[in-house]
């Protein structure tokens, strides 16, 4: 194999050992960024979008083992835990049986291609996936933006660690004053400090959440393997692949929110789910690695730039290889890490609860304290209360760590850098108004007691939000991106599916709450033939959003067929 007439040694393709060890907390490698070569407008890189912001050209960095840039799916692996794993999905099977099971791993794989599309530009790139958006409209961060306030702006997370720590202790409520005050209020208060106290004890604030969320992930993963160990719930986990016989039945007279809430949670969801771009680029991915990062602007040492427009890398042969491994480390890391970690986690832990609640009709965690501890001795029941604690905890930490990463970058983007603001001030000052934002929600007395209401409204509005920026990635990586760098066929097909998968879901509950707000002519039926008029014109919606994602997408595949010369070098498995 040549490149612009030599060999390719593996050398050039990739990292050293040593090397390569730099990529274990996070990688950035400063750029003379001024006085590089400005990439031209052509099919071989990347397409400016509407604000003509121009890449600049270096070679994509060579490529790490994938023990060196573990880490960013870890971060989403602790936000999927405290809230689809440990909560949605053992409810649902409690409630529905195994049936609704095929719908869980449909939920989970679905997202796989979904979040390694986010990767996307970013790998190709450097920029943020919120950026890649703003190349087609300034609209579509700041609907992103405010849908991820409303989404989780609700401490939902800490309030139910709280819950599960008070009741878990027998402390139900402190009397402050004279005022018995509940418990689970004062210790949610405490969780968030804690939080935001881990962010000041490092220059940069990326590395203490991965290492944290690690070890977090590590101790759910450990206690709710030697829960189902010790209460032997081995019979009820036979029954899982049965689940896969009702494949695309669901249950009649489903709770559509909390139905939506477990799709969206088969993972992270929503807003959290964007993230992944701004992870793998603190932690050094493909031209991430040139972007720069966010360092913590108290404790930190001299700031780092992070540069408004991306990177791109010439389409030589070495490059293109680079390319096929990045991807290839890509796939893996989010594989290893994300699919296998819920898949194996959600499922022992939905076989206990379908064993010990089966046909509940409570809460999650209602029935996780009131109607499955109970059953079990000390010892037992106190793995319960650790399992579903940390997994809170960690999805906690993730959720603030995940807006705040997030909104800092689309604020700064659509105006904090043209008035002159501090990226790494803007976050730490973001940082502290949402930890206070949840500490008001915690200390204001609510209309809903039970913090499991919070966490059903979150959901289902995080699945809302999956449909728009599903579609929009397709666009985006078929019409923005060069044909080397561009999803193959199959990938692209998995996002026309995940766009429908979405719709379809948000339809559904959409019309729900229509009529529940007293329009009955939107109800909307899972056969969508029993639905009212109303219903049939929100799914002709959902049916026009997709044609059109399909029509846009498949002709940008079309017109950059055999624009670049030896593409080949740059496919691999699922490119």
Do not use: C
Request: overall charge negative.
């Amino acid at each position: 194999m040549t490149d612009e007439g030599r060999e390719v040694p593996e050398g050039d393709v990739f990292t050293s050992p040593s090397e390569g060890e730099a990529y274990r907390g996070s990688s950035y490698m400063p750029t003379a960024y001024d006085n590089l070569d400005v990439a031209p407008e052509s099919d071989s890189y990347p397409s400016r979008g509407r604000d003509g912001g121009k890449y600049r050209v270096l070679d994509l960095p060579r490529v790490p083992r994938l023990s060196h840039v573990l880490g960013p799916s870890a971060i989403l692996l602790g936000a999927s835990l405290g809230s689809g794993e440990t909560l949605f999905w053992p409810l649902l099977v409690a409630r529905h049986g195994w049936d609704i099971y095929w719908l869980f791993v449909v939920g989970v794989l679905t997202q796989f291609f979904i979040n390694t599309e986010i990767q996307r530009w970013t790998v190709a790139t450097g920029e943020s996936v919120f950026r890649g958006f703003e190349r087609v409209g300034r609209i579509w961060p700041l609907a992103f933006l405010v849908g991820g306030l409303v989404s989780l702006g609700w401490p939902g997370w800490a309030a139910s660690a709280a819950k599960i720590a008070t009741i878990g202790v027998g402390v139900q409520s402190v009397e402050l004053g004279g005022i018995a005050v509940p418990g689970w209020r004062l210790v949610g208060v405490v969780l968030l400090a804690l939080i935001w106290l881990s962010y000041q004890v490092t220059p940069l604030m990326y590395n203490v959440v991965e290492r944290i969320q690690i070890v977090l992930v590590s101790i759910v993963v450990v206690v709710a393997v030697a829960l189902f160990l010790v209460l032997g719930s081995a019979t009820e986990l036979a029954k899982a692949p049965g689940g896969f016989l009702h494949l695309g039945t669901l249950p009649a007279g489903s709770d559509f929110a909390l139905l939506l809430g477990g799709v969206a949670y088969a993972g992270a969801g929503g807003y959290l789910n964007l993230s992944q771009s701004l992870w793998i680029r603190e932690k050094g991915y493909g031209m991430g690695r040139y972007q720069g990062r966010i360092k913590n602007p108290i404790v930190g040492d001299n700031p780092e730039p992070v540069e408004r427009d991306g990177f791109t890398f010439p389409p030589t042969v070495t490059n293109m290889r680079r390319w096929r491994g990045w991807w290839r480390l890509v796939q893996l890391e989010h594989l290893l890490t994300f699919v296998v970690g819920l898949l194996v986690t959600a499922t022992l832990l939905m076989a206990l609860a379908a064993e010990y609640a089966p046909g509940t009709t409570d809460d999650a965690v209602v029935m996780w304290t009131e109607v499955i501890v109970p059953q079990f001795d000390a010892v037992a029941s106190g793995f319960v209360f650790a399992t579903l604690f940390f997994a809170l905890v960690t999805t906690e930490y993730a959720i603030v760590e995940s807006f705040v990463r997030n909104s800092a970058d689309v604020i700064y983007e659509l105006h904090g850098r043209a008035a002159g603001w501090s990226l790494p001030r803007l976050f730490w000052v973001l940082l502290t108004l949402f930890t206070l934002w949840g500490v008001a929600i915690l200390t204001v007395p609510l209309a809903v007691d039970r913090p499991f209401g919070l966490l059903v409204v979150s959901a289902a509005l995080s699945g809302l939000g999956m449909w728009p920026y599903t579609a929009l990635l397709a666009v985006v990586n078929t019409t923005r991106l060069p044909e080397h760098t561009q999803p193959g066929w199959f990938r692209l097909a998995t996002l026309w599916w995940a766009t429908a998968f979405f719709g379809y879901f948000s339809v559904l509950l959409v019309g729900s709450w229509l009529e529940t707000a007293g329009l009955p002519a939107f109800a909307t039926d899972l056969a969508v033939l029993g639905s009212g008029p109303g219903g049939y014109v929100l799914f002709a919606v959902a049916a026009l959003v997709e044609g059109v994602v399909v029509v846009v997408s498949a002709r940008g595949k079309r017109r950059s067929r055999d624009t670049v010369d030896s593409v080949e070098e740059a496919r691999g498995v699922l490119h």
